[in-house]
């Protein structure tokens, strides 16, 4: 079973900048597509953004394109996600997911798309 465990979040101010992590335990983990998601108290959850299994082939919300950026050192074992002038409406809890199908071309921007979660990090963007 792949185990997912994000770090990294905080209280920011509006405009600054934050950078995730999340670390992955499984051997599949460097042929799998990662992404990110995210969720405010009230609120459904949302796609951020995802990642093929490479590296190859990034995808973006529209509300953080330009914004945000994800990565991946697969031999870390590691997913990133940076994120750049952060806005109030960007808090929630951030959380990586995995998908389980490996070395597709499909990368998924909704949570039924991926089998594997991690716990959330919680992002807190001031005003």
């Known amino acids: 079973q792949v185990q997912l465990v994000e770090s990294g979040g905080g209280l920011v101010q509006a405009g600054g900048s934050l950078r995730l992590s999340c670390a992955a335990s499984g051997r599949t983990f460097s042929s799998v597509a990662m992404g990110w998601f995210r969720q405010a108290p009230g609120k459904e959850r949302e796609f951020v953004a995802s990642i093929a299994w490479n590296g190859l082939g990034t995808y973006y919300a529209d509300s953080v394109k330009g914004r945000f950026t994800i990565s991946r050192d697969n031999a870390k074992n590691t997913v990133y996600l940076q994120m750049n002038s952060l806005k109030p409406e960007d808090t929630g809890v951030y959380s990586c997911?995995?998908?389980?199908?490996?070395?597709?071309?499909?990368?998924?921007?909704?949570?039924?798309?991926?089998?594997?979660w991690g716990q959330g990090t919680q992002v807190t963007v001031s005003s």
């Open positions: 997911a995995a998908n389980s199908v490996r070395y597709t071309t499909v990368v998924p921007r909704t949570p039924d798309g991926y089998d594997y």
